[in-house]
């Protein structure tokens, strides 16, 4: 998904992207530059923008423990990822246990309505918060069991940028989490620096 920019009630102005290529590492994007997941009104801009609920899906009763659950979760995958490479550590060993035990839950569960004219469309009862953190917790399975898409993570080279996204690219040449955000700061920093040596 591309960059999606949520409006809402918090008191400050925030992002939230969704271009990492998973839901469990859009999650783990929340964390940068400083936390996204600040109120409640911003974790259901999230929860729908990731897709995890189609639009228009009730989430009124989401209340400040859902933002507990997911930034909790949002820590266990953030070692998931991060120690990849090298997970024989406890705290690894406890995160793990711990997006296993939620990827027990059932997700939420879908249902087609006919509109007026016939069609189809996908929509869920209200759904309670373990359902949805059992949904990010598979999908956190998923990716790294997945030899594929475990070999394409990667971590944005942009400086002092810590997000994990999928290179789906041709060729796995992508370097940034995003072309528009890194990708730019990288480009004025080289023409900066061409036009500061032209000038010495």
């Given at each position: 998904?591309?960059?999606?920019?949520?409006?809402?009630?918090?008191?400050?102005?925030?992002?939230?992207?969704?271009?990492?290529?998973?839901?469990?590492?859009?999650?783990?994007?929340?964390?940068?530059?400083?936390?996204?997941?600040?109120?409640?009104?911003?974790?259901?801009?999230?929860?729908?923008?990731s897709g995890?609920?189609?639009?228009?899906?009730?989430?009124?009763?989401?209340?400040?423990?859902?933002?507990?659950g997911f930034?909790?979760?949002?820590?266990?995958?953030?070692?998931?990822?991060?120690?990849?490479?090298?997970?024989?550590?406890?705290?690894?060993?406890?995160?793990?246990?711990?997006?296993?035990?939620?990827?027990?839950?059932?997700?939420?569960?879908?249902?087609?309505?006919?509109?007026?004219?016939?069609?189809?469309?996908?929509?869920?009862?209200?759904?309670?918060?373990?359902?949805?953190?059992?949904?990010?917790?598979?999908?956190?399975?998923?990716?790294?069991?997945?030899?594929?898409?475990?070999?394409?993570?990667?971590?944005?080279?942009?400086?002092?940028?810590?997000?994990?996204?999928?290179?789906?690219?041709?060729?796995?040449?992508?370097?940034?989490?995003?072309?528009?955000?890194?990708?730019?700061?990288?480009?004025?920093?080289?023409?900066?620096?061409?036009?500061?040596?032209?000038?010495?």
């Amino acid at each position: 998904m591309a960059l999606g920019t949520a409006t809402g009630a918090s008191s400050s102005a925030y992002e939230l992207r969704f271009d990492a290529g998973r839901s469990c590492l859009d999650l783990l994007a929340t964390t940068h530059p400083g936390e996204k997941l600040d109120s409640v009104e911003v974790l259901h801009a999230w929860i729908t923008g990731s897709g995890l609920v189609p639009p228009g899906t009730p989430l009124s009763h989401a209340d400040a423990s859902w933002l507990v659950g997911f930034r909790e979760l949002r820590g266990h995958i953030g070692r998931l990822v991060h120690g990849r490479l090298s997970p024989a550590t406890p705290s690894y060993d406890r995160s793990l246990a711990r997006v296993n035990e939620l990827a027990r839950t059932a997700p939420p569960a879908p249902r087609a309505l006919r509109r007026e004219d016939g069609t189809l469309v996908r929509e869920l009862d209200p759904p309670e918060y373990p359902a949805l953190l059992g949904a990010l917790a598979r999908d956190t399975v998923e990716l790294l069991t997945d030899p594929v898409a475990r070999a394409s993570l990667r971590q944005c080279e942009g400086d002092n940028c810590p997000i994990v996204y999928v290179d789906s690219s041709r060729g796995r040449r992508r370097r940034w989490c995003s072309s528009e955000v890194c990708g730019n700061r990288e480009r004025v920093a080289r023409h900066r620096r061409r036009a500061a040596l032209a000038r010495a």
